[in-house]
């Protein structure tokens, strides 16, 4: 693995950014002190730096020569509700809030990318270095677009990775096609009629056609689905009474979707309605479903996946290079970019010992080696997009 002299020099620097960003967490779209940090370091490498799309987003532009070509690279900035158990001398200090999913590192690397490609000036085009709020919750990605990211800062193509605590250190996932699954909410209120759990025949009773409507529900991937487009329905709340001798009004039922299709996307909203409504009916009561459609699945386009994999060869060597047999069915906001932007988007391994703690754990840490890792990575991605002929 090459890493630049000028990203080695600036690796202390860059680790205190990293301790200081998980210091200080920040939710989606509040990310206010995060974004006033990117700025400034930006600002003082000589990027145009440009602000407040999707309130906190921050997009930083160099340009190097003649070419009318230009690379987009985001990273996310946004922190989880999550209480931090991880013990570190940089743990959060605000309570209930952590960096558990390494944006705090995504920055920060492409924060070293930034330094390195400002300084080497090794390239012709314009490289916009994409700092988005909100990816965990309200779609920055798509905030910043719907306010014309891509016009503004128009791109040949877009890329972005996620560190992987599930992977070796330094191991790049790709994977052409879908990566990532879309993701919706239903919440299904079963109205009922309460009354006294003495006497079930004065009442209609939303438990028990809530717990009917939860395993008919099973059904739906089992018996509609096709066996080979993947899709999840996981029932993840249901809330419903409080004592044994009362049978409440309601109950309410909370249900994650994922799928990858559109067309299974649609089954899956239309089945899951279906079955909220007409068991409610056929218990003699109403069900009122909310379905609310969340994150598109993320899609990677071919050609970037296939250059992505041929850099991450030279660079990590092919033994460290793996093609994803299976899509992840989690979700990424950055798959919005993917339907406007070609691009790609991977990940890079961050597990030494094995048994490092997931995403959106209490005890997360962003490994800090990788800093120097995925910043070279970034610039020689740059740099390689945007080769000088
Ligand atoms: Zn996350
Ligand atoms: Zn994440």
Known sequence: MSINVSLTNSMPELVAIRRDLHAHPELGLEEHRTSDIVASYLEKLGYKVHRGLARTGVV???????????????????????????????????????????????????????????????????????????????????????????????????????????????????????IMAAVDECRITVNGRGGHGAEPQDTADPIVCGASIVMALQSIVARNIHPMD?????????????????????????????????????????????????????????????????????????VETDFVRDLAVKFAGASNVVDLERASMGSEDFGYMLTECPGTYFFLGTSVTGDEKTFHHPGFDFNDDLIPVGAAFWTELVEAYLARS
Request: net charge negative; hydrophobic share 40%; proline share 5%.
């Open 60 to 178: 930083a532009t160099l340009s190097s020569g003649t070419s009318g070509r230009a690379i987009g690279i985001r990273a996310d900035m946004d922190a989880l509700p999550i209480l931090e158990e991880t013990g570190a001398e940089y743990a959060s200090k605000t309570p209930g809030l952590m960096h558990a999913c390494g944006h705090d590192g995504h920055t920060t690397m492409l924060l070293g990318a930034a330094r390195a490609i400002a300084e080497r000036r090794n390239f012709d085009g314009t490289v916009h270095l994409i700092f988005q709020p909100a990816e965990e919750n309200f779609g920055g990605a798509k905030i910043m677009m719907d306010e014309g990211l891509f016009q503004k800062f128009p791109c040949d193509a877009v890329f972005a990775l996620h560190n992987d605590p599930g992977l070796p250190f330094g191991k790049f996932a790709l994977r052409e096609g879908p």
């Open 230 to 302: 993947p899709s999840v329905v996981t029932v993840g709340a249901f809330h419903a009474g409080a004592a044994s001798n009362v049978i409440p009004e309601r109950a309410e039922i909370v249900v994650g979707i994922r799928s990858f299709d559109p067309r299974v996307r649609d089954e899956l909203e239309r089945r899951i309605t279906m079955i909220a409504k007409s068991q409610a009916e056929s218990f003699g009561m109403t069900a009122t479903v909310n379905y609310n459609r969340s994150y598109d699945a993320t899609i990677n386009h071919k």
